[in-house]
Every structure is written in C-alpha cells, then in structure tokens.
C-alpha cells in the first residue's frame, strides 16, 4: 500500500475542483464518488473516477467533469461514447489509481475552465 495522494473532486454544477488528500484505498474512491467506482483512463499519467452506476442512481450531469474528461480522452485520439455523459463526482487522480494528480492534470482542468484550489 501507498501512502497518501492529491486527487482532485469535481462536484456536479460547479466549476471548481477541491483537492482532497486521501488514502489510495477502494473505499477512499467509493465514498468520494457516492458507490461503486468506474475508473477511467485519460491518458497515460491521468485518471479518472465516477459512480459506475450514477446515471441508474439519476444523478445529476457533471458538465464540467465531462469536459475534463473528453478533453483528456480527445488528447489521445479518443472519446466518449456518441451520446454519452459524465454523472456524479468525478475525481481525477493520477495513473495507475495509487498515485497522485499531475501537474498535467490541474491544467487540463484548467483548460476547460475548472478552478483549481493551489
């Protein structure tokens, strides 16, 4: 096991990302995304997680998550599914899921318009 991480939580209808410093444990990512997680990687050294089973929950879109998101997947020749979103808290992490979040992560945040605490 390793010791804490930096992640950053983007909570839904806000463009400001808290950075929390958590223990790299299943249970840490569960209660931060509100159930089980799915983990998502964005590129090689930026992660992802959201509520696996947030749009059955119905929770609410994540717009600013959802951009961090396509902007990380468009950055490597990827994307979201066609007609497909982003629910819940997303928390960015670094890859893999033990590891803190990248100083390349806080400004792809940033470059989709997310406040980022320093």
């Not at 909570?11 to 808290?18: C, N, R, Y």
């Not at 209660?31 to 089980?36: F, P, R, Y």
């Not at 992802?48 to 468009?74: Q, S, T």
Request: proline share 6%; net charge negative.
């Amino acid at each position: 096991m390793s010791g804490p991480i930096r992640v950053l939580v983007i909570q839904p209808g806000s463009m400001e990302a808290e950075t929390r410093t958590i223990r790299p444990e299943l249970e840490e990512f569960q209660s931060l995304v509100g159930g089980n997680i799915e983990a998502l990687n964005l590129t090689d050294k930026i992660g992802a997680c959201i509520n696996e089973d947030g749009k059955r929950l119905n929770l609410p879109r994540n717009v600013a998550g959802e951009a961090l998101i396509r902007r990380g997947l468009e950055s490597t020749g990827r994307m979201l599914s066609p007609g497909d979103w982003i629910v819940g808290p997303v928390v960015i992490v670094g890859v893999p899921l033990d590891r803190s979040v990248t100083d390349e992560a806080i400004e792809l945040a940033r470059s989709v318009g997310i406040k980022v605490e320093d």
